[in-house]
């Protein structure tokens, strides 16, 4: 496991919410967002973050300002964001080396084009690694590349609580000597939380001569990342959850430097393209992360995207792990206080070095109990089958929101469990 | 050729632009976009419209509303927009039926995707057919295709003002009988203006057994459009142009009904995914043109983008049609008049059914020349190797606007002569 030098408290259930906001360095940084509603308990930030103060004054200046005022001409710069905000995002929060992140598309996208690549890479080797428990849209994606590609999938049945472990991806492997073209995982499973050992799965890989694809949605913004570090090929990852982008912001890819001009982007599109605006015949990337764009890129996504990413990094991903380590331990003592007790048991992992910044509690009924959450203004999420996912976005979500919201989810269970009792 | 039903004049070039104003059904529309700096002639509208006001308006209520305030319950009726406002941009702009037009990704991931779902709707046909002259990201998307898939481009190479023509299409698919997998061109080139037969060469293409994909970018918006009583297979096209939607608004696709189902998406992502929160194994794509949706799309680009299309589809698409031949012909009026006595040439179709809302004009030094007139205030776009293109998007272009940039031009160009003639 990547060692972590990481300075977090453990604080225990009786443990006074408001000392423990009071004693927060990071609680400051909160005067950053917008908080239109101060009665909502919001525990899904790691799904949809809250929105940056300045991000929404941007996105007026650049409706007024560029959009209005510049008209064609603010193509000048916009057309340097999506590496400028690349470079922002990679060296600030993933470890990657300049020139080396774009932000750009969806994670979807991103995700087929450079596990095409990869795949093209490899063509004498047909198999690709990856967990039944990873995020679903690179299941999809992937599912159908094997089909499109003649390849096979490996899946990995994890632990669904602790796993893919590193012992899963070695015993993947070796199950296919010489024939694994790609690994790819998520870095924080979005279910669990649970953090894949990045840097010894990527080392596993490459021994066995294969690439490897990192999803990092739910790390990025959360836990440190060192790309570069770890000699990672590829990544992929989106920018609305811990990064506070806005509704369906632009995604981001990160290629080793070394890979940009020798893996090929399927999808060649003229924001790739050398000299663009001559607009001659036959493709030839530009050079850098940028020959890696396809079409033209949102801007009015990509400029609220950069204000989410910039207090990210100004905040410190170190802070931010620390804030991090301390809700999630506050929540797993709330939840072996309160909630074990009541039917419910952990769903994310108890070594705050394998968690991220999320916890999930499992109940037969999460699904019931997450509607009424909502209604009772507190917001979670519920995962399929059986979790509710406590997202504590580590900037914004405060101690007292982690002992109000699980204090109503005991609430609302034990209603649930004096209703089944009446019943019976 | 599809006929149309228009009422337009054809101004001379010693008409009154002031009086051509006054009496413009449409001018009252130009109240509700945005005119910070009264003085610039924005001849440009064709590559970035200017915003309408309540796109400004709707972008600040998305952020602080919906956004801040609704958090990730917003998703509760952002998931409906794709396929809403691609309801209203298909049956109100492009004559499609419901549920056969989404707004999603980039134009050149949408040509991407669905090039490839044609070719492997025709895995035995070996040649896709489209002209020199097309937009160059669909180009480079093709030679990508090409060489990924072993399939062979047939480049038309049409006339630079009046092609690609139906004879050109015709003979490219006599080149090849029964080879021919997918005929791939735009309705409106982007440097002419040139309005390609999609009437005709659907019908061509249809009859030797391909598939037809059409780029609307430079016609949707500005000409009227029949995708359904043309039988039209596949489309695709932007919404930052015409209608106005904002710097790299979301792109849009169109598939015909009845091959929704029938054809495969290659980028199968979870928003096309059936039961999408349940994320269950086994991609199992939504019935409808949502099941074409691939990763998270992008809330703010489209909420912009929604105002921009209901402005067009507010003042009628013949209206708009209407002011766009007349604003061509002044200027083609001007051209004749001003700029061809001093060295410039046409680079549009004279004949008004045969042309799109922009024209072109030509002369050795237009590059110098575009910068001069940019500096000047008045802004239209340089096309390699030779072309002004003057965009004159009907609902925000007056015709006084058409006659200073003309004449602007006409006086740069004379003082560029004079300066030559000193030089000799």
Redesign the interface.
Known sequence: MDTEAVEASAPSADADPAALDAADPLAELRRRF????PD?V?L?GN??G??PLR??ER??RV??E????E?????DH?LSAPGAVGDLLGTGLLGARPDEVAIC?????NF?RLAIAAL?ARPDRRVVITD?AN???D???L??LAR?RRREIEWIDGDPVDGPTVNDVRAALQRHPGHVALVTLSHVNYRSAAIADLSAITRLAHEAGALVLWDLSHSAGAIPIRLAAHDVDLAVG?T?KYLNG??????YLYIRGDLQGTLR?????????RE????????EPTAGIAGWL?????????A?AEEGIRVAVDAGIDRIRAKGIALTEYAIALHDAWLAPIRFTLGSPRDAARRGAHVSVRRADARSLTTEM?AAGV?P?F??PDSIRLGLSPLTTSFTDVARGIGALRDLATAANRRDAARR
Chains 1, 2 share one sequence.
């Open positions: 917008v908080f239109p509603d909502l919001y899904d799904s949809l809250r929105p991000a929404i996105l007026a409706a007024t560029e959009w209005a005022g008209l064609i001409r603010g193509w916009w598309d969806s994670t979807t996208v087929y093209d039944r995020f679903p849209t299941r999809y994606v599912e159908g499109d989106c609305y806005g509704p369906g912001a632009p995604a982007n399927p999808i060649q599109g003229w924001f790739g393209q663009q605006f001559e607009m001659g015949q036959g493709f396809t079409g033209t890129p949102g801007i009015l996504g990509l609220a909502i917001v999420d995962r399929a």
